[in-house]
């Protein structure tokens, strides 16, 4: 497995090594010695989930405050997603910056995003299945929402006009009136 910072150095994408041949594939999708190694941090991931989502669908930009922050590693099992990640830790040289990747079935890729940074993907296939592990449970009454289309932001979500969002998306808080991290 080969690890890559992106531009927001705690933002880590994560390429596999797959072994193919006419049969199929094989790789190893999660080691936890290695995930250690290769970001030097120690995490326990306590709860996996999976969604599934519509062309169109924009969901996020989520985050938890603390006590139940997440930290989450991210792969696309089915389809492609446009993945983003946004710095909303007040004292990062990074603060309100975002990073985004392609993730999808066919590059197997991963991206971890720490506590301290909201969240969210954008539908490019028909459909796409979006598996992450989190580093705490959920907890709906620590949960944000910033507004996937913040001008302080300025996210390239890679289309143009309105995306399919639910109703708690539509709500999101704006970079400068929500609750940001130290």
């Given at each position: 497995?080969?690890?890559?910072?992106?531009?927001?150095?705690?933002?880590?994408?994560?390429?596999?090594?797959?072994?193919?041949?006419?049969?199929?594939?094989?790789?190893?999708?999660?080691?936890?010695?290695?995930?250690?190694?290769?970001?030097?941090?120690?995490?326990?991931?306590?709860?996996?989930?999976?969604?599934?989502?519509?062309?169109?669908?924009?969901?996020?930009?989520?985050?938890?405050?603390?006590?139940?922050?997440?930290?989450?590693?991210?792969?696309?099992?089915?389809?492609?997603?446009?993945?983003?990640?946004?710095?909303?830790?007040?004292?990062?040289?990074?603060?309100?910056?975002?990073?985004?990747?392609?993730?999808?079935?066919?590059?197997?890729?991963?991206?971890?995003?720490?506590?301290?940074?909201?969240h969210g993907f954008f539908t490019l296939s028909d459909t796409a299945e979006f598996l992450?592990?989190?580093?705490?449970?959920?907890?709906?009454?620590f949960e944000r929402s910033i507004a996937w289309d913040d001008e302080e932001i300025s996210?390239?979500?890679?289309?143009?006009?309105?995306?399919?969002?639910?109703?708690?998306?539509?709500?999101?808080?704006?970079?400068?009136?929500?609750?940001?991290?130290?």
């Amino acid at each position: 497995m080969q690890a890559t910072r992106l531009s927001i150095p705690d933002v880590i994408l994560f390429t596999p090594r797959v072994f193919g041949d006419d049969r199929g594939f094989f790789f190893e999708s999660f080691n936890q010695q290695k995930f250690e190694e290769l970001t030097g941090l120690k995490r326990e991931f306590v709860q996996d989930n999976h969604s599934k989502s519509q062309k169109g669908v924009l969901r996020g930009l989520h985050y938890q405050l603390p006590p139940k922050a997440q930290g989450k590693l991210v792969r696309v099992v089915q389809g492609e997603v446009f993945d983003v990640a946004v710095d909303i830790r007040k004292s990062s040289p990074f603060f309100g910056k975002w990073v985004g990747q392609l993730l999808s079935a066919e590059n197997k890729q991963q991206m971890w995003i720490p506590e301290g940074f909201a969240h969210g993907f954008f539908t490019l296939s028909d459909t796409a299945e979006f598996l992450y592990k989190t580093t705490n449970y959920y907890a709906p009454e620590f949960e944000r929402s910033i507004a996937w289309d913040d001008e302080e932001i300025s996210v390239d979500w890679l289309f143009s006009g309105k995306p399919a969002l639910s109703i708690k998306d539509q709500q999101g808080k704006k970079l400068l009136e929500a609750e940001h991290f130290v």
